[in-house]
């Protein structure tokens, strides 16, 4: 394939374009539409509790949409199972993901469960260590929930600040990775508040087929793409954070299927990707 070579113009100008900046901000007022649409288009919206002006999460939206009603995000991701349009996940850090983008990340699901990958992470060790427990904490929150972590009737006591989390948390936590619950909403200081995810998410979206791991990560590599525009293998894998032996392979394949165009961006010491559909806006984005 032929490789294509752009300046560092063109490829901040593809770049800006693939984040949404390529297009004025709505003459209207927007609504529920605006900001699914927009959240669609990044594939991801990065949650974060920091508040300065406002929690994070909120200023990307404002940064493409103008003064939208925040409303609509929170109905969106944590109102009655009839409104969601997202669903919390560990994509990017803790993130809110498209309903549809659901299927696409349940081998990371299954590999939690079955504590694969990543089985050195706290939740992990706590899941081989405390089993039982985890099973007495589900048996509650089926029978009580939704129930935030502090209201689990053993959660016991914490081990610090911020991260020191006590075992009632690391077992909702584990659970949550392994998407056996979800966010049914946040309250109080953006404290989560987990359900078993068949009663928060929509049957109709929980029905969708699985695809193969191989699949999904090619598909969350092309999302990728098509947010980033034009962007490193780096770039690729940690949008969504996957890993490096998940990404090598299906990147080349991926390439060999047209949907990653090899692209050579000056100044960059390393090679490129390009999405073969993205904008090329003649000039600079404001």
């Known amino acids: 394939m032929k490789l294509e070579r752009l300046s560092v113009a063109r490829a901040r100008r593809i770049a800006l374009a693939a984040q949404g900046f390529g297009a004025a901000r709505p003459e209207r007022t927007t609504n529920a539409g605006h900001v699914k649409r927009t959240i669609d288009q990044l594939g991801l919206l990065q949650i974060d509790s920091v508040n300065v002006l406002t929690r994070a999460h909120y200023l990307p939206l404002f940064s493409r949409l103008g003064n939208y009603n925040a409303s609509h995000l929170d109905r969106g991701a944590w109102g009655r199972k009839s409104q969601r349009q997202l669903f919390e996940f560990w994509a990017h850090e803790a993130s809110l993901l498209p309903l549809s983008s ?141 890993g490096v032996a998940d990404t090598k392979g299906r990147l080349a394949e991926l390439v060999e299927a047209g949907d990653l165009v090899p692209a050579e961006v000056e100044g960059w010491t390393r090679p490129a990707y390009l999405d073969p559909t993205a904008r090329q806006p003649p000039r600079s984005i404001p």
């Open 102 to 242: 659901h299927p696409l990340f349940r081998w990371r699901m299954q590999r939690a469960e079955k504590n694969d990958g990543d089985g050195k992470g706290k939740v992990h060790v706590f899941r081989r260590e405390k089993a039982d427990y985890i099973d007495e904490v589900r048996r509650e929150l089926a029978d009580r929930g939704p129930l935030a972590a502090s209201e689990l009737s053993n959660g016991g006591e914490r081990r610090g600040p911020w991260w020191g989390w006590n075992d009632g948390k690391l077992a909702l936590e584990w659970m949550f990775r392994a998407g056996e619950v979800t966010t049914a909403t946040r309250r109080g200081a953006f404290e989560r508040v987990y359900d078993l995810t068949e009663r928060v998410l929509p049957a109709d979206v929980l029905g969708l087929p699985t695809p193969s791991a191989e699949d999904a990560q090619r598909e969350l590599l092309r999302m990728s793409a098509r947010a980033l525009g034009v962007a490193t293998e780096t770039d690729l894998r940690d949008y969504f954070r996957l």
